[in-house]
């Protein structure tokens, strides 16, 4: 930590474990990890058992990290694990690599998309689908490959329409989807 930072504020060069309640919570706007686990399962259903052996980290304001594993606290280095979720904005946003590792099993707001949906999703094209009748809000887009729902990534629903959020980098021609 800067020898200027207080342990009271976010140094955004550094990764800071989240506290694991509220409770404990030292850094004003933190999450805790209780805090992500329930935003997991209250939003995509997630079991919170799929988090076992995680540690989540904050690093910069509101992206948050998991790391399977056990390192020192605070750590300064540029990666750890895998950013998962924004937070510190009016709605959490959870990233592509999150929601396609850890939404395998979700029940919850989670949007079957057709191949020719799928394919223009993971293009990342927007598209009109009428037919969502839950939530709006950030979605877990999924297309049946191999037999089984498999998360291609986050979609944002709005009044009708289906946003690919995928980022341009990892934007494929699934040429198997049909």
């Not at 990764?15 to 706007?29: C, I, K, Q, S």
């Not at 605070?74 to 592509?96: D, F, N, Y």
């Not at 989670?110 to 993971?122: N, Q, R, W, Y």
Request: charge should be negative; charged fraction near 30%.
């Amino acid at each position: 930590m800067s020898d200027d930072t207080a342990p009271d504020e976010n140094w955004g060069q550094q990764f800071d474990r989240l506290p694991p309640t509220a409770d404990d919570r030292v850094v004003e706007g933190r999450p805790s990890r209780e805090e992500v686990i329930d935003w997991w399962d209250e939003r995509f259903g997630v079991d919170p058992a799929v988090f076992d052996g995680y540690t989540f980290w904050e690093k910069g304001a509101g992206k948050i990290w998991a790391f399977h594993g056990e390192v020192v606290d605070p750590i300064e280095v540029e990666g750890l694990g895998m950013r998962i979720l924004r937070t510190r904005q009016r709605h959490w946003k959870p990233s592509t690599n999150a929601v396609q590792r850890f939404c395998g099993d979700a029940t919850k707001n989670v949007i079957e998309l057709s191949p020719g949906e799928a394919k223009a999703f993971v293009d990342g094209h927007d598209q009109q689908l009428d037919r969502w009748e839950g939530d709006w809000g950030y979605l877990t887009a999924a297309h049946e490959i191999a037999g089984e729902l498999e998360p291609l990534g986050v979609g944002l629903y709005l009044h009708g329409e289906l946003r690919s959020t995928v980022p341009k980098g990892r934007q494929e021609d699934l040429v198997k989807l049909d």
